[in-house]
């Protein structure tokens, strides 16, 4: 059956994956101590940052929108998969296959889901390895192509949470009557016909023994249940059922391997640590003030997870109140308060109860903490996964920023988006640095500010984008525009060039690449106020990180 095909393809993938420099904050800090306003060595200079005017000249001073107005350009798909939930990090939610309250044995726990795949699913699906294949699946595609193949089949399926793969599930049009399912002998697999549904279930669990004796557990039967084989007979032959009554539900693209990845996570992939970084205490000391949100983005066809944290003493000041409208029930204008945007979030919660802590002592100004994660199912910290969004999808990934997420927290909270701030550390810097110089591109201004830490222009993920060779150029940037109209802040450890030389060749080292952008920027805005300040710290690649956070927290001033 050619749909095992992908299934061998994507578990062989999973034992391949590439991990290498990783953004890792074990915030253990470090500084040399410096009493400046960043607490940190300048590279160049020492000044403070302000905006200067625009390619059109139409402003002059600080950019972006004011609270209320940017434009919310979520799909319907997207609006209706945007949820508050319970707050779920200190309940692991990644330790169990459902994934908490976000995963696919409760999405999908309401009967039986199958993933079907027909031609065009197959062409792309071949397209994808066309360069590596036999001429007979060279032919097979072509015949696909111009529509003399009609391909359907079931590449697994779900009942009630369950997942299971598909040489055991029945043919696409199945009928209920005589049938054919596949079985895996002497290295290949088999046909193996049936007479209707109890002619199956006498023979099901021989051919269970048979695929896991003659299979090992590499490819399993199922991917949520082990040594149950009653449960799996039950499971196949209601699976059956349900394609001959034609009552399923097709799965969204995805959610097979999804299950499949998170199956061979568990199993093999010791490296692969699905855990967030927390401080269990201080976690659990602000849990009050965390608002948690599912979102699914269409365009990178992920899910993500944001946390929004807001001082003691704020919530009613950025919660848009149900009084809060205007005579045409649209949200009435409040004062709002700045936002710091984190990206990896996996690493970054410890960072949120500091910076709390900062602003409830009136050390810093008050402002809307938001930090945004991967699903709880996938590999947070996983560079691959990491680089699908900051590097190879990072046009996407701004997308949802820019319109559909910090429109959406708009709708609920009072953002002051003029001096809202967007920070991004190594393949995450790669991404910030990516958003500021496409920031003009927009209709919606949510950020005035941006932080660029440690860049990894270097890394191979960064090499492997298609337009590598723009990020020295900044995209183009001053091409469209005569000067920067954002506040940039860029950072690095004093260290960390040793630790990743290797990677450099014959281009710019991490602390190089800081002085270089600093430059390229402040020469198109005025040297007696520049729009970039470089900040080098005593540190490696990430170990600086949560102390100038705290420090620029504080730059904006205490009430």
Same mark, same amino acid.
């Given at each position: ?12 993938? =999973? ?8 953004? /890792? ?29 625009? *390619? $059109? ?27 508050? #939930?319970?707050?779920? =990090? ?25 993933? #079907? ?34 391909? $359907? ?18 043919? !696409? ?15 290949? !697999? ?77 199993? !093999? ?13 201080? #976690? ?47 949200? $009435? ?12 979030? #996996? ?43 900051? /590097?190879?999808?990072? +046009? ?6 820019? +319109?559909? =997420? ?7 909270? *009072? ?57 020295? +150029?900044?995209?183009? !940037? ?27 060749? +014959? ?53």
């Amino acid at each position: 059956m050619k749909s095992l095909h992908k299934i061998t393809v994507f578990a062989l993938a =999973l034992l391949m994956t590439v991990s290498g420099f990783c953004a /890792c904050s074990k915030s253990t800090g470090s500084g040399n101590g410096s009493t400046s306003a960043w607490g940190g060595e300048s590279l160049l200079s020492d000044a403070g940052v302000a905006g200067v005017s625009n *390619a $059109s000249g139409s402003v002059d001073g600080k950019s972006g929108c004011a609270y209320g107005a940017l434009v919310n350009h979520m799909t319907e798909n997207e609006r209706a998969s945007a949820e508050e #939930v319970p707050f779920m =990090l200190l309940d692991h939610p990644w330790e169990d296959l459902s994934g908490g309250g976000n995963g696919s044995s409760k999405k999908y726990s309401d009967g039986v889901y199958l993933e #079907v795949m027909h031609n065009d699913d197959w062409i792309k699906f071949y397209e994808e390895f066309e360069d590596e294949l036999e001429e007979e699946d060279r032919v097979f595609l072509e015949e696909l192509r111009t529509g003399d193949t009609d391909y $359907s089949t079931i590449n697994g399926g779900c009942i009630n949470g369950r997942f299971y793969s598909g040489p055991l599930l029945p043919e !696409y049009g199945y009928d209920g009557g005589k049938g054919m399912v596949s079985v895996y002998r002497e290295g290949t !697999y088999v046909s193996v016909e049936y007479d209707g549904l109890e002619d199956l279930r006498e023979k099901l669990p021989g051919l269970i023994e048979e695929e896991v004796k003659n299979k090992g557990d590499h490819m399993p039967v199922s991917y949520s249940v082990s040594d149950n084989t009653d449960q799996m007979v039950d499971d196949i032959v209601a699976i059956h059922r349900a394609v001959a009554e034609g009552n399923y539900k097709e799965l969204p693209d995805g959610a097979m391997d999804e299950a499949i990845r998170v199956y061979y996570e568990k199993k !093999y992939g010791d490296d692969e640590d699905l855990s967030w970084e927390l401080d269990e205490e201080n #976690v659990a000391a602000i849990a009050d003030q965390v608002h948690e949100y599912h979102m699914h983005d269409d365009e990178l066809d992920r899910d993500f997870v944001i946390h929004v944290a807001v001082p003691k003493g704020y919530e009613s000041a950025c919660l848009l109140a149900s009084d809060g409208e205007n005579a045409d029930g649209s949200a $009435s204008a409040k004062t709002g308060m700045p936002a710091i945007v984190l990206t990896d979030a #996996v690493w970054r919660f410890n960072d949120i109860s500091k910076l709390l802590a900062e602003m409830e002592a009136g050390r810093a100004a008050p402002q809307i903490l938001i930090s945004i994660g991967q699903d709880y199912r996938i590999c947070n910290s996983d560079n691959m996964e990491r680089a699908a969004v900051f /590097c190879t999808g990072k +046009d996407k990934f701004l997308d949802f920023i820019t +319109d559909n =997420l910090m429109p959406y927290l708009g709708e609920i909270y *009072a953002i002051d988006y003029e001096n809202s701030t967007l920070f991004g550390h190594s393949l995450g810097g790669v991404f910030t640095h990516y958003a500021l110089f496409n920031s003009d591109r927009y209709e919606n201004q949510p950020f005035g500010y941006y932080i660029v830490g440690s860049p990894a222009f270097w890394s191979p993920y960064s090499h492997e984008m298609s337009d590598y060779s723009m990020q020295a +150029d900044d995209y183009g !940037y001053f091409e469209r525009n005569t000067s920067m109209n954002k506040h940039v802040l860029i950072t690095a450890g004093s260290q960390e060039d040793e630790d990743y030389q290797e990677y450099f060749e +014959d281009g710019d080292s991490t602390t190089a690449s800081v002085v270089h952008l600093q430059e390229r920027i402040n020469v198109h805005g005025d040297l007696s106020d520049p729009p970039a300040t470089a900040r080098l710290y005593e540190s490696h690649h990430y170990q600086y990180i949560p102390e100038m956070l705290v420090e620029y927290a504080s730059s904006f001033g205490a009430e």
